[in-house]
């Protein structure tokens, strides 16, 4: 059996960041889309998204965070991620998501840090 996901929203100074435990899926949906409307996220440059050791994503879970990346985009924010599992992270460089962009704006789409504290770290 798959343990729900909850997402909270707490801040360090500018940088939103979503403590996500469980199994982000199709059913996150939701509070995904509640954390991300809060007024004070939407006017944060940078947000966060912080795994429990025990989170997992699924396919649609990952479709979730491509959906919120193209938010961020439109809205010039910026998105790290911390703590994912190994296999995780390796869904995340297999789809693309870690790699950097072609064009005249070169950018890592999005960058993955072991902890929090690493993250946070000149974001």
């Known amino acids: 059996m798959t343990k729900r996901s909850q997402i909270s929203v707490r801040f360090s ?3 939103a960041i979503f403590d996500v435990s469980g199994y982000l899926t199709e ?9 991300y409307q809060q007024e004070r996220v939407q006017n ?3 947000i966060l998204m912080n795994f429990d050791e025990e989170s997992f ?3 649609s879970g990952f479709g979730l965070i491509v959906k919120l990346l193209w938010k961020l985009r439109e809205k010039e924010q910026v998105l790290r991620v ?5 296999q995780v992270r390796r869904i995340f460089n297999t789809i693309g998501l870690t ?5 005249p704006e ?9 902890s929090e504290g690493e993250a946070l770290t000149g974001f």
Request: no cysteine; charged share 25%; proline share 5%.
């Open 27 to 35: 059913d996150s949906e939701e509070a995904l889309i509640s954390a």
């Open 57 to 59: 994503i699924t396919s």
């Open 82 to 86: 911390a703590h994912p599992s190994h």
């Open 99 to 103: 790699r950097n962009l072609k064009g």
């Open 13 to 15: 100074g500018e940088v």
């Open 44 to 46: 944060s440059p940078k």
């Open 106 to 114: 070169s950018t890592r789409t999005t960058e993955i840090f072991e």
